[in-house]
């Protein structure tokens, strides 16, 4: 099976995510999320969590999390991208632009 996605469309619904993510944040003290990514069917989301001490367990070696280092928010939603992109070729998929 040939999996494509274009890059733009990754950019989308990073850049959609991260949005999510961040307002998320802004409701509450100690809140925080980490962005996913399933290579399996390349769906991208904003895991959101109440505080550090929560989180979840992935029974799936096909879901991981992109990462990207602290910036302004161009420059973090452009290494989600890129991270994106990398784990998805990593994992057989044809990223067309």
Do not use: P
Not at 1 to 12: H, L, R
Not at 19 to 42: F, I, P, S
């Amino acid at each position: 099976m040939n999996k494509k996605i274009s890059k733009k469309a990754i950019a989308k619904v990073v850049k959609k995510g991260y949005k999510a993510g961040r307002e998320w944040c802004q409701h509450g003290h100690g809140r925080y999320h980490k962005m996913m990514l399933d290579t399996r069917d390349g769906d991208i989301w904003s895991d959101e969590f109440l505080s550090t001490n929560d989180w979840k367990e992935y029974h799936s070696n096909s879901i991981v999390t992109l990462n990207a280092m602290r910036g302004y928010v161009k420059d973090m939603e452009a290494e989600y991208i890129d991270d994106a992109v990398q784990k998805l070729k990593e994992a057989g998929w044809e990223i067309t632009e």
